[in-house]
């Protein structure tokens, strides 16, 4: 900075040599502040740029997470989906084993039925056996005294 005006050309020399000095003093120190607020500043702007980077770290690795988050829950549901289908076939196959099973026990029933009606068809058929048994004796055993009487 350099001293103007009017004013200066009526100072004596050694002051105005003493505002020069003060003047150029003042400069210096407003240099040295500059120079400072700079530093303060570019340090402020790098703290300001690695927190804005370490921002996006972290919403980088928040959204891999999530990305990974939503393969595991596709996967989950996949499983469920299967679970599901295993379900239904499992349910398909114990109905089909019941009408099964149901077939045979009917089966079975009409099987003892039959054994039954047969056995019971057999006892008649023997008991129609003894009886006819014992009437023909009785008509032989009849037809014998009647011709011993004769």
Known sequence: MRLKGKMLE????????RMERTLERMEKARR?????????????????????????????????????????????????????????????????IKEMDDAEEKKRKEEADAMEKKSAEEKVKEEIKKVEKKSTKKKKSSTKTKKKEK
């Open 32 to 96: 040295k502040d500059d120079m400072r607020l700079r530093e303060l500043i570019v340090s402020k702007r790098k703290w300001a740029e690695e927190e804005k980077n370490k921002g996006f770290d972290v919403i980088e690795k928040l959204e891999k997470q999530k990305e990974e988050l939503s393969k595991q829950q596709d996967k989950v549901r996949q499983q469920l989906v299967k679970l599901d289908g295993c379900l239904l076939v499992l349910d398909d196959l114990t109905l089909e």
């Open 10 to 17: 009526r100072l004596p020399e050694d002051k105005r040599k």
